[in-house]
């Protein structure tokens, strides 16, 4: 009877051991924090006492500056199924435009997913001195952690794959990143079109939001009915898909490897040692406005913590006659997409963006699209690659009305 107690006995506490393990907040479960895979943010992590997992993300720098960004977040768990975890972002300390400011703000939400492709947001909360915390529940042994739903150099081959042989699509290699990867001009339409655009897609590696825009357009550009035709037959596409693929793959946050931000510098002609992917675009456009082609309208597409149009007011010839197309452009975002943020104030000037550069130098018109990284407020919900995409098919109808009425 005594060896039964004992035996039982010895039973019930390796089975409150075992929960105590799965159910108790902090890192009891977690085996491991992967960042071996593609576009995984690069971070080291420790635990606290308290079980809570401390991950400190690594900053990348601008060149001859004082500038830093951490802010991308790609990390894949390894644990206990139905363990509870505490996580603690922290390195959010970020430099900008030569200003300590901290990425923390911004971190309102984050998403997960059980498999790397179906995603779903999860809200965080602030913590003093500029920390962030997540709370989630392993819904089984490999949980996915993301700032925004991910778009990597594979979902581009894969885009790239399935419209290289379309008749309406033309994929030309302008030239290769700092890291030596190729860079693809993608051309939706034949060029024959009254009207051509230009977009530029993550300039920046942790705002993917800009890749599920572009690929939201291609797909709708691509179908095959009537509106598609009409569109193509009024307007030409020229889309650079991802700009900063180096970092992209690298799970960096803001500059390429040679630790230049691609969004700056447009004032002035490109360095294609420290910026070969700015030199290649630069290249391309000039050979684009001597044939005869120049874009009638550019727009370079990022995320952030507010969502807005950035349009600049550089002192060029009829700058009033640009900032009422941009007026025009802007209302129709508000009448065909979710848009509702608005565009920066009439004293706004943002140096050496290509939304910038391009209007200065070019005297193309041209503006930075932002997208809210936490929250769309059309739709009232957080945001997710299919949002986006939507919001990407959407534009083709905004472009169409533009030209009947932008230009005129």
């Not at 990425?103 to 913590?127: I, M």
């Not at 700032?147 to 885009?159: A, F, G, M």
């Not at 020229?238 to 691609?262: C, E, Q, S, W």
């Not at 700056?264 to 030199?279: F, G, I, S, V």
Request: charged fraction near 25%; glycine fraction near 8%.
């Amino acid at each position: 009877m005594l060896r039964v107690l004992l035996i039982i006995t010895v039973l019930c506490s390796a089975i409150a051991t075992a929960r105590v393990e799965v159910s108790q907040d902090g890192s009891g479960g977690l085996e491991f924090i992967d960042t071996s895979f593609e576009n995984a943010s690069p971070a080291w992590y420790e635990r606290d006492a308290d079980g809570t997992i401390q991950i400190h993300l690594l900053y990348d720098h601008e060149r001859s500056s004082p500038n830093r960004a951490a802010g991308h977040i790609h990390l894949r768990l390894r644990g206990t199924p139905g363990a509870k975890l505490t996580l603690e972002f922290r390195n959010l300390d970020n430099v900008y435009n030569g200003a300590p400011g901290s990425v923390a703000a911004e971190l309102k939400t984050l998403v997960t997913s059980e498999n790397g492709r179906d995603w779903k947001p999860v809200s965080t909360d602030s913590l003093p001195q500029n920390r962030v915390r997540l709370t989630v529940v392993m819904p089984g042994p490999v949980l996915y952690v993301a700032r925004l739903e991910p778009y990597r150099l594979s979902d581009l081959d894969r885009l790239l794959t399935s419209i290289r042989n379309h008749p309406r699509v033309q994929v030309t290699n302008i030239g290769q990143t700092a890291g030596g990867r190729d860079l693809e001009m993608i051309r939706i339409g034949d060029g024959r079109a009254p009207h051509r655009v230009f977009l530029r897609a993550r300039a920046h590696p942790w705002e993917s939001g800009s890749n599920w825009i572009v690929e939201g357009l291609v797909r709708r550009l691509l179908k095959d009915d009537a509106d598609a035709k009409k569109f193509l037959a009024h307007y030409t596409v020229y889309i650079l898909p991802m700009a900063n693929k180096d970092g992209v793959a690298r799970g960096m946050t803001r500059f390429n490897i040679n630790g230049k931000d691609l969004n700056r510098n447009w004032d002035k002609p490109a360095d294609p040692q420290l910026a070969p992917e700015n030199a290649a675009l630069e290249r391309w456009l000039e050979q684009t406005i001597a044939a005869g082609r120049r874009p009638d309208l550019a727009i370079e597409l990022h995320n952030d913590g507010s969502g807005r149009l950035h349009i600049s007011r550089p002192p060029v010839p009829q700058l009033a006659r640009h900032l009422e197309r941009m007026a025009i452009l802007e209302t129709l975002l508000r009448q065909k997409t979710w848009f509702t943020e608005g565009s920066t104030n009439e004293a706004f000037r943002n140096n050496g963006t290509l939304g910038e550069g391009w209007l200065e130098r070019y005297g193309i018109d041209a503006v930075v699209h932002e997208f809210n990284c936490n929250w769309i407020a059309g739709l009232g919900v957080p945001p997710l690659g299919r949002n986006w995409s939507d919001y990407g098919g959407k534009l083709a109808d905004v472009f169409d009305e533009y030209f009947n009425i932008g230009l005129k």
